[in-house]
């Protein structure tokens, strides 16, 4: 088989010889506790890094246990598709301190639009949560709800371009059916 079909694991079968030799090694019990550690800083580097690289290109096989499953695709998705007020909470409560730090007619305007725009999101987040389960529960009913609340409201206090795993969809594009 070809390494550039689709379906293929992108490098040779190994043989025998080479596969034992490699299972030789990996069973092999490292001398010292020090060659160990080594072994097992080594080995946890290495799942970091393809779980970082797994958040940037939504690999699916190597998120973190809490990013991993249909469930979590589907929120997501459901989030990035949409504006949401609680995605520019911060830079706008940056901007209104700096405005309630001028001169009093300013700094009620300030503080008007810090309590408005905290009013809002509280709002625009019950909003989006109350759907978001209603959808979860229509599309997978077997699944359990636990935690969900926590990740959307996570998620969705994010900065678009700043969130991980990479959003995969668009603004305003539909949702697939199927997950």
Do not use: H
């Not at 293929?8 to 060659?35: D, F, I, L, N, W």
Request: no cysteine; net charge positive.
């Amino acid at each position: 088989m070809d390494e550039n079909t689709p379906g293929a694991k992108g490098r040779k079968t190994p043989s025998r010889k080479e596969a034992e030799e490699a299972r030789k090694k990996a069973m092999k019990t490292p001398m010292t506790r020090k060659e160990q550690m080594k072994r097992e800083r080594d080995a946890r580097a290495q799942i970091r890094e393809r779980q970082q690289e797994a958040l940037k290109s939504g690999d699916e096989r190597y998120l973190p246990l809490r990013d991993r499953g249909p469930v979590r695709r589907f929120i997501r998705d459901y989030i990035d598709r949409r504006y949401v007020i609680a995605e520019f909470l911060l830079p706008i409560l940056v901007v209104s301190f700096i405005v309630t730090s001028l001169p009093p007619p300013w700094a009620g305007i300030g503080l008007l639009m810090w309590v408005a725009v905290t009013l809002l999101t509280i709002i625009d987040e019950f909003i989006l949560v109350r759907r978001l389960k209603k959808e979860v529960a229509r599309r997978f009913p077997d699944e359990s709800a636990k935690g969900l609340t926590l990740y959307t409201l996570l998620r969705s206090t994010q900065l678009r371009r700043w969130r991980l795993p990479k959003p995969q969809i668009s603004r305003g594009a539909p949702l697939p059916e199927r997950y």
